[in-house]
């Protein structure tokens, strides 16, 4: 299942004397120069970021948990906000703005997977539920593929087989436990993705990068025979 949401950026510095061509019209809908587009939902430019992640991450959490594969991707032109709705702005990920307001959707996700697997593990004690984290963090730049983690490891390649699925070979996986390991990986990954300046963004990503965590539980039981 795959829901749409629009995120509406307000006008920046250079575009203050100009109008603003995009309405929203409802909490599904808005329109631009007089035509109508419809969708799952839309937030507007009062939207926080505190409001998306309620809107997107936290389902997000919450079907993952479940067993179902989540994703999110974030689409636009360059400038339209997709790193600064993703990441948040640059030293949002700091070790000291962790707990700041400024944070992007991502680490709001991982903060509250945490939370969620923390609650679960105490609720089902009795079971000794046990979950294990791995991230992997990688780019797609002229359809090559570069571990942002490792980026000596370039051009990897695409496979597929019937125990894994679709999978990158020789992508590394780092086992992460709290919200610091995975800021970590994402200051770390980010620092080596590819820029360049467009007409709209001096510094703009001339690159799509994918983060991805791999989430498994596991119960113990002990069951006696006779």
């Not at 936290?58 to 689409?75: D, H, I, Q, R, W």
């Given at each position: 299942m795959m829901f749409s949401v629009v995120r509406m950026r307000p006008l920046n510095k250079d575009e203050e004397d100009g109008e603003m061509i995009v309405q929203k019209l409802s909490n599904e809908s808005?329109?631009?120069?007089?035509?109508?587009?419809?969708?799952?939902?839309?937030?507007?430019?009062?939207?926080?970021?505190?409001?998306?992640?309620?809107?997107?991450?936290?389902?997000?959490?919450?079907?993952?948990?479940?067993?179902?594969?989540?994703?999110?991707?974030?689409?636009?032109q360059s400038g339209s906000g997709k790193t600064y709705t993703m990441w948040g702005p640059a030293n949002a990920l700091q070790e000291e703005n962790l707990a700041n307001e400024q944070q992007g959707l991502t680490p709001r996700v991982f903060e509250r997977l945490f939370s969620r697997i923390n609650e679960e593990q105490i609720k089902h004690a009795d079971?000794?539920?046990r979950y294990q984290c791995r991230c992997s963090f990688l780019e797609i730049y002229n359809e090559q593929i570069t571990d942002l983690l490792d980026p000596t490891q370039k051009n990897l390649q695409i496979r597929e087989d019937v125990k894994s699925g679709v999978y990158v070979k020789n992508l590394k996986e780092e086992c992460v436990s709290t919200v610091k390991d995975v800021i970590r990986l994402l200051l770390?990954?980010?620092s080596h993705r590819k820029t360049g300046v467009t007409s709209v963004n001096a510094e703009s990503s001339r690159s799509h990068s994918v983060f991805t965590c791999v989430v498994e539980s596991q119960c113990k039981v002990l069951c006696c025979l006779d």
């Open positions: 808005l329109s631009i120069n007089g035509h109508t587009f419809t969708y799952d939902s839309v937030a507007d430019t009062e939207s926080t970021r505190l409001d998306i992640f309620q809107l997107v991450g936290s389902p997000l959490v919450e079907n993952c948990l479940a067993g179902f594969n989540t994703s999110v991707f974030a689409y636009g079971k000794q539920l770390k990954g980010l």
